[in-house]
């Protein structure tokens, strides 16, 4: 992503994207969203796995631990993108100034949650993994949140047609993996094709449903450094999906090589896929010979530390920090603590009174506000389960049971931004037709919800039970504790399953689908926000979490993906609203800020995605 800068040009009716190159390397920026895009990656990707298969999530869709205030009634260009004090590390420094690695410098980041996996299609999103893949694989586009537009990064340019249903990508020359091997354009199209194939077999990504936009069979790679990618719908903002985990190459020549000496071990229970996928979790070597990110892999333990060292012959120039670690230290609350005590010089936060503390102490801050980043999920049937949330009457009993307010008091403070939306007030997609739509959903009524839940009872002799599933990162235990409460007073029977985010949280929501209700968050932000609904809400998605399916949410997903400016966006957000309080799919109970707080002398990290950040061009100022 060496130095680039933009130029954006209307296109026909509604707007274009253009490709325009100016900069210090050699790099062209790619111009690709509205006037004021809400822009919007990918995410998908189910199926029956083992536990010890590694898990999902973050940046899009993901366990909703933490979750946070909101932005301010002035729309910026995009979907807000603050930074609490005004200085944003990710338009600092746009070339990294070294001429070689920096022996002895070193980040140490702590995350939001360990990752599970290393391969792109096994583990994905900021809460897990995002930023450490990101900086081993590279990524094809970046998404600028403050101007709402994606920027090439491994690719040159990206240039739409005029109904966006076609999309033309132009990679960088030049470019090696680790093993030597050139990068060329039907790299692009048969890695992307790894999470189209691998839906349904244990695949944790959650990329599958928006990558099965594609129309492969149409698709065309005319020579090595261009895709046509062809679309089955109009997708205005396709562009995002590049800078997801789809947009990670992984070189298929090494993918290829490994399903033929995995072929013997297979079994109809684990596919030599899977067997691959679980291969490139924990062995370095093939990661970085199939990777031409700034950084390779050192040392990776799943679910607890990864350690990547700059790579010497990055194709971005010279990387200047020599090595990154990503540990956990146990929170966001624990996060800030250990990097105000010196032990870290980046941290992820995830949690309102902690992004209160840091912007009193006049910390450097690189955050994002996710809408439907607090939320909780009902099992509605997935995977054929027979399960109580089917039942619309109790998905509104809990509605009406659940106090946003109580859970903003017992576990952050009153310092939640509460929301029954699914995009809050400030943010760049709501509007009053929406909020109007939202209010139509069940408020809180105790009364109510006791007489549906006695009402379910005796229509079905349910005996009351309910599994609630939940993170126990801090303040998980409390938003149990206090929606354990309300739901036992209107007659719910609630057991609580408390546990680490890969390891429990994930395993019983993804890959075992072992809950009624679960703590979540879809983190619908400037880059993730068409493929959060979608890949959660269409019913023909391989990563609905729930089961959910309604032929009018459909409808409405289908009117968000063609909507190419905002007043469009809007209005088509507003009528996915409408959908959602007349069905209840899942209740929203607040708005997510989440993002990076910097020691003062890290200079020049970029975005990659909303909150996933790139080292290639950082550095450490003495």
């Known amino acids: 992503m060496r130095s680039h800068l933009l130029k954006l040009l209307a296109l026909l009716m509604v707007f274009g994207l253009v490709a325009a190159a100016c900069g210090n390397d050699d790099d062209d920026g790619v111009a690709t969203g509205p006037d004021e895009p809400a822009a919007e990656p990918a995410d998908d990707g189910d199926g029956d796995e083992p536990a010890a298969e590694p898990a999902d999530d973050g940046d899009g869709d993901e366990p909703a631990a933490e979750p946070a205030d909101d932005g301010d009634g002035d729309e910026p260009a995009a979907e807000p993108a603050d930074d609490g004090d005004g200085d944003e590390p990710a338009d600092e420094e746009m070339m990294a100034p070294c001429e070689a690695t920096v022996a002895g410098t070193k980040i140490n980041y702590a995350v939001f949650s360990p990752n599970a996996n290393m391969d792109p299609t096994g583990s994905s999103g900021a809460l897990v ?21 994606s920027n090439g990064q491994a690719a040159e340019s990206l240039t739409p047609n005029d109904d966006f249903t076609e999309w033309t990508l132009k990679i960088r020359s030049g470019i090696t993996y680790g093993n030597g ?3 060329v354009a039907q790299d692009v199209v048969d890695s992307m094709l790894r999470f189209f194939d691998s839906r349904g077999d244990g695949m944790t990504n959650r990329a599958a449903g928006s990558v099965a936009l594609i129309d492969f069979d149409n698709t065309e790679v005319p020579d090595d450094s261009t895709v046509i990618f062809r679309l089955h719908r109009g997708w205005s903002t396709f562009h995002t999906l590049l800078g997801d985990e789809p947009g990670m190459i992984v070189n298929p020549r090494i993918i290829a090589q490994l399903l033929d000496e995995e072929a013997a071990n297979a079994t109809e229970e684990t596919s030599a896929a899977r067997l691959v996928r679980n291969r490139m979790a924990v062995t370095p070597d093939l990661v970085n010979a199939a990777s031409f990110g700034p950084y390779e892999v050192v040392e990776v333990e799943p679910n607890v530390r990864t350690l990547l060292r700059a790579r010497d012959n990055y194709w971005g120039g010279p990387v200047c920090i020599e090595e990154i670690e990503f540990t956990f230290p146990g929170s966001s609350t624990a996060n800030w603590e250990a990097f105000q005590a010196g032990d870290f010089n980046a941290a992820f936060l995830r949690d309102p009174r902690v992004f209160a503390d840091a912007r009193e102490a006049g910390a450097v801050l690189s955050s994002e506000f996710q809408n439907v980043g607090g939320l909780f999920l009902f099992n509605q049937g997935v995977r054929g ?5 089917k039942d619309i009457r109790i998905r509104r009993a809990a509605h009406h049971a659940i106090n946003r307010e109580i859970i903003n008091d017992r576990a952050f403070e009153g310092k939640l931004n509460t929301t029954n939306a699914i995009a809050d007030e400030g943010t760049l997609l709501w509007s009053p037709e929406l909020q109007e739509c939202a209010d139509q959903e069940p408020a809180f009524d105790p009364d109510a919800a006791a007489a549906l ?3 379910v009872k005796a229509d079905t002799g349910w005996d009351g039970s309910l599994l609630l599933v ?11 504790q206090a929606v354990e409460g309300m739901l036992e007073a209107a007659g719910f029977e609630v057991e609580v399953d408390l546990g680490p985010v890969t390891t429990v949280l994930i395993p019983r929501v993804i890959i075992q689908a072992d809950y009624e209700m679960a703590g979540w968050g879809f983190n619908a932000d400037g880059a993730t926000w068409v493929a959060s609904l979608n890949d959660n809400l269409l019913s023909t998605s391989g990563s609905n979490r729930m089961a959910f399916a309604h032929p009018d949410m459909d409808a409405a997903l289908g009117e968000l993906y063609g909507a190419a400016t905002v007043d469009d966006q809007r209005a088509a957000l507003a009528g996915v609203q409408c959908v ?8 929203v109970y607040s708005v997510t800020e989440e993002g990076l707080v910097l020691a003062p002398n890290v200079k020049g990290v970029q975005r990659a995605g909303a909150t996933i950040f790139l080292f290639g061009n950082a550095y450490i100022e003495n």
């Not at 993994?129 to 537009?149: K, Y």
């Open 385 to 389: 389960a027979d399960v109580i949330g």
């Open 453 to 455: 839940v006695e009402e």
């Open 181 to 183: 091997d050139e990068f």
């Open 470 to 480: 939940h993170a126990d990162t801090d303040p998980g235990p409390e938003i149990a």
């Open 129 to 149: 993994g995002g930023t450490q893949l990101v900086n081993v694989w590279d990524v094809l586009m970046a998404f600028d949140p403050a101007a709402g537009v």
């Open 580 to 587: 959602w309080s007349e069905q209840l799919p899942a209740m």
